[in-house]
């Protein structure tokens, strides 16, 4: 078929071409009218986030540095006339505070009297009375919070000045607390500019626009009071706009303004930013959708030039499945109609051969209930013989142990007999309470002998604290017994036989693994079926039987094997909520 004269693959490669066009321009589109708001509301929840977390941090700040003055003026080391007085005192708050960093105490006069730390002992008799702080305290007896302001020693401070009023209520003295804005650790810690994206920042302003906090320390102190968002802030506004910064930058800047200390806290990133993100997604997105186009119109040719060869194939495969090759499959391409119809087609062919596999076991099954029916009608007559010539035996011999086992087992045969009629006829399970370390002792003793002859060792570990089981006892020793034996007969030059109970949440796990020649992996899936057996002459009764007492009695039955390294039989049984009587 020459596909490049095909209608149907180039109708099918044009619209194709034509969707994925339509889909490229749809997407860059909708990328440039959405994708610049989008990146600029994810910045600006980013500048509000972190201008209302530094706003709580200073109100916070505020609200501490508030309680110093009822603290300074009720300290009885400022109501006394004391230099030393004084200095302890300034001592005290300092180190108590990790906002203070140094502090001094001023006669109403304005001279220095008192210090800490010694680094100011420059300043003793020094005339502060001029700073706008200290006639502010004076004026209004009241604390007052300063500006930036650039000590005499040329660092930035903040300054709180509260005023030791007398009984007469006239101001006494003057306290002044400083911060040291660039040395302050915790004050550092908190109010840390934030860098917002690539060249975004954070910044603190005080009541008259002169920056508390930027990330560059130099700008510390600067007035930047003809901002338009600091003009803002002065008079106490807060909000989000669009600004040119004072180096003539297209800022988008969050703020908010603090009554507390009348500060005001900016986050702003530049708009460039906001649109490059952008740029380079539509950069990619170009590259990305020309590479696409190629590949798409290759994959879209390859796909028209292939659409007949499934249908073709399926067309094989059901005309070998008629001629009776149940073993041949339609290729599941794709998820289509064609792949569909393949998948179906194959679920079909499955479907009749599940079918026909459970008419085989069926029929076995109904086999093995009229072999079982025969087989125990004919040798239940000797078994009640036997039994009556050991019973005379016990009368007249002194070994009386043997006896009582070979009566004991004997009696259990007869009831194994009972069993096979399960098969043709099931009887009602007996049940009651048994401990399973009993009924492997009593197995175990049994085939003793068996295991002697063939050089097989049995470790035996049983969880002592096993509750017991409700079950019938002979049923499940008649497991027990199958399972022993196919494992010593598994072991023809000897190994060990290693048998594990123990408790699995609310079951109970009993676990036979032998050292034997192992299983074929393809044979695991028939065990248990009628005339099965990996044995020259087994019939494969024996786990038949075994299977169906296990789900009677409501477990499990897994056998793991590894040809040549050994076989591992798990029982798991619930145990029963039941209770004994």
């Given at each position: 078929?020459?596909?490049?004269?095909?209608?149907?693959?180039?109708?099918?490669?044009?619209?194709?071409?034509?969707?994925?066009?339509?889909?490229?321009?749809?997407?860059?589109?909708?990328?440039?009218?959405?994708?610049?708001?989008?990146?600029?509301?994810?910045?600006?929840?980013?500048?509000?986030?972190?201008?209302?977390?530094?706003?709580?941090?200073?109100?916070?700040?505020?609200?501490?540095?508030?309680?110093?003055?009822?603290?300074?003026?009720?300290?009885?080391?400022?109501?006394?006339?004391?230099?030393?007085?004084?200095?302890?005192?300034?001592?005290?708050?300092?180190?108590?505070?990790?906002?203070?960093?140094?502090?001094?105490?001023?006669?109403?006069?304005?001279?220095?009297?008192?210090?800490?730390?010694?680094?100011?002992?420059?300043?003793?008799?020094?005339?502060?009375?001029?700073?706008?702080?200290?006639?502010?305290?004076?004026?209004?007896?009241?604390?007052?919070?300063?500006?930036?302001?650039?000590?005499?020693?040329?660092?930035?401070?903040?300054?709180?000045?509260?005023?030791?009023?007398?009984?007469?209520?006239?101001?006494?003295?003057?306290?002044?607390?400083?911060?040291?804005?660039?040395?302050?650790?915790?004050?550092?810690?908190?109010?840390?500019?934030?860098?917002?994206?690539?060249?975004?920042?954070?910044?603190?302003?005080?009541?008259?626009?002169?920056?508390?906090?930027?990330?560059?320390?130099?700008?510390?102190?600067?007035?930047?009071?003809?901002?338009?968002?600091?003009?803002?802030?002065?008079?106490?506004?807060?909000?989000?706009?669009?600004?040119?910064?004072?180096?003539?930058?297209?800022?988008?800047?969050?703020?908010?303004?603090?009554?507390?200390?009348?500060?005001?806290?900016?986050?702003?990133?530049?708009?460039?930013?906001?649109?490059?993100?952008?740029?380079?997604?539509?950069?990619?997105?170009?590259?990305?959708?020309?590479?696409?186009?190629?590949?798409?119109?290759?994959?879209?040719?390859?796909?028209?030039?292939?659409?007949?060869?499934?249908?073709?194939?399926?067309?094989?495969?059901?005309?070998?499945?008629?001629?009776?090759?149940?073993?041949?499959?339609?290729?599941?391409?794709?998820?289509?109609?064609?792949?569909?119809?393949?998948?179906?087609?194959?679920?079909?062919?499955?479907?009749?051969?599940?079918?026909?596999?459970?008419?085989?076991?069926?029929?076995?099954?109904?086999?093995?209930?009229?072999?079982?029916?025969?087989?125990?009608?004919?040798?239940?007559?000797?078994?009640?013989?036997?039994?009556?010539?050991?019973?005379?035996?016990?009368?007249?011999?002194?070994?009386?142990?043997?006896?009582?086992?070979?009566?004991?087992?004997?009696?259990?045969?007869?009831?194994?007999?009972?069993?096979?009629?399960?098969?043709?006829?099931?009887?009602?399970?007996?049940?009651?309470?048994?401990?399973?370390?009993?009924?492997?002792?009593?197995?175990?003793?049994?085939?003793?002998?068996?295991?002697?002859?063939?050089?097989?060792?049995?470790?035996?570990?049983?969880?002592?604290?096993?509750?017991?089981?409700?079950?019938?006892?002979?049923?499940?020793?008649?497991?027990?017994?199958?399972i022993i034996k196919n494992a010593i007969e598994a072991m023809p030059n000897g190994g060990i036989l290693r048998i594990e109970a123990k408790r699995?949440?609310?079951?109970?796990?009993?676990?036979?693994?032998?050292?034997?020649?192992?299983?074929?992996?393809?044979?695991?899936?028939?065990?248990?079926?009628?005339?099965?057996?990996?044995?020259?002459?087994?019939?494969?009764?024996?786990?038949?039987?075994?299977?169906?007492?296990?789900?009677?009695?409501?477990?499990?039955?897994?056998?793991?094997?590894?040809?040549?390294?050994?076989?591992?039989?798990?029982?798991?049984?619930?145990?029963?909520?039941?209770?004994?009587?």
């Open positions: 078929m020459n596909w490049i004269r095909s209608r149907i693959f180039w109708k099918i490669y044009i619209i194709n071409l034509v969707v994925i066009f339509a889909l490229l321009v749809l997407m860059f589109i909708i990328a440039r009218m959405s994708l610049p708001e989008i990146t600029k509301e994810q910045y600006r929840h980013m500048t509000d986030k972190t201008v209302s977390r530094m706003k709580e941090q200073i109100v916070q700040i505020g609200e501490d540095l508030n309680k110093f003055e009822h603290y300074v003026q009720n300290d009885p080391h400022f109501r006394v006339n004391d230099a030393k007085q004084w200095s302890e005192g300034l001592e005290h708050i300092v180190k108590i505070s990790p906002y203070i960093d140094s502090a001094t105490v001023l006669d109403r006069n304005g001279y220095v009297k008192g210090f800490y730390p010694d680094d100011l002992s420059h300043l003793l008799n020094y005339n502060l009375s001029k700073r706008e702080y200290f006639q502010q305290a004076l004026r209004t007896k009241r604390a007052y919070f300063s500006d930036v302001v650039s000590a005499d020693t040329g660092r930035y401070l903040l300054v709180i000045s509260v005023p030791v009023l007398n009984e007469r209520n006239e101001v006494e003295r003057v306290v002044n607390l400083s911060m040291r804005i660039e040395q302050n650790k915790l004050f550092q810690s908190i109010f840390q500019s934030f860098r917002i994206g690539e060249h975004g920042y954070t910044f603190i302003v005080d009541r008259n626009g002169n920056i508390i906090s930027h990330p560059l320390k130099k700008r510390i102190g600067d007035n930047v009071a003809e901002n338009v968002v600091v003009q803002k802030l002065l008079r106490g506004q807060s909000g989000y706009e669009e600004v040119v910064n004072t180096e003539g930058v297209a800022m988008l800047a969050s703020y908010a303004y603090i009554p507390i200390l009348q500060w005001g806290v900016v986050a702003q990133v530049p708009v460039s930013e906001i649109y490059k993100s952008y740029a380079l997604f539509e950069k990619a997105l170009w590259f990305a959708s020309i590479a696409a186009f190629f590949i798409l119109s290759l994959l879209t040719a390859l796909y028209a030039h292939q659409i007949v060869h499934p249908i073709r194939r399926l067309c094989d495969v059901a005309e070998a499945v008629a001629k009776g090759k149940k073993h041949v499959r339609a290729d599941e391409t794709d998820q289509t109609e064609i792949g569909l119809l393949a998948k179906r087609f194959n679920y079909m062919i499955d479907s009749i051969q599940q079918s026909e596999e459970l008419l085989r076991k069926s029929e076995k099954l109904a086999v093995v209930g009229e072999l079982a029916a025969g087989v125990a009608h004919e040798i239940r007559n000797p078994l009640t013989s036997l039994k009556g010539f050991i019973q005379l035996l016990k009368e007249g011999e002194r070994n009386q142990a043997y006896f009582d086992i070979i009566e004991a087992e004997l009696e259990r045969l007869n009831e194994i007999v009972d069993e096979f009629l399960l098969l043709g006829k099931p009887n009602a399970i007996k049940k009651a309470y048994s401990h399973v370390s009993e009924m492997l002792q009593h197995v175990m003793k049994l085939l003793e002998g068996q295991a002697l002859l063939h050089h097989v060792t049995v470790q035996c570990s049983v969880d002592e604290q096993l509750p017991p089981l409700y079950c019938d006892e002979n049923q499940l020793k008649q497991v027990f017994i199958n699995r949440l609310d079951s109970i796990l009993i676990c036979f693994t032998d050292e034997g020649c192992g299983i074929p992996k393809e044979r695991l899936s028939t065990l248990g079926e009628p005339f099965y057996s990996t044995k020259e002459k087994g019939t494969g009764l024996g786990l038949m039987v075994s299977f169906k007492i296990v789900e009677a009695h409501g477990g499990k039955m897994k056998i793991h094997s590894e040809e040549g390294k050994g076989t591992t039989v798990c029982l798991l049984f619930p145990i029963s909520s039941k209770q004994e009587g």
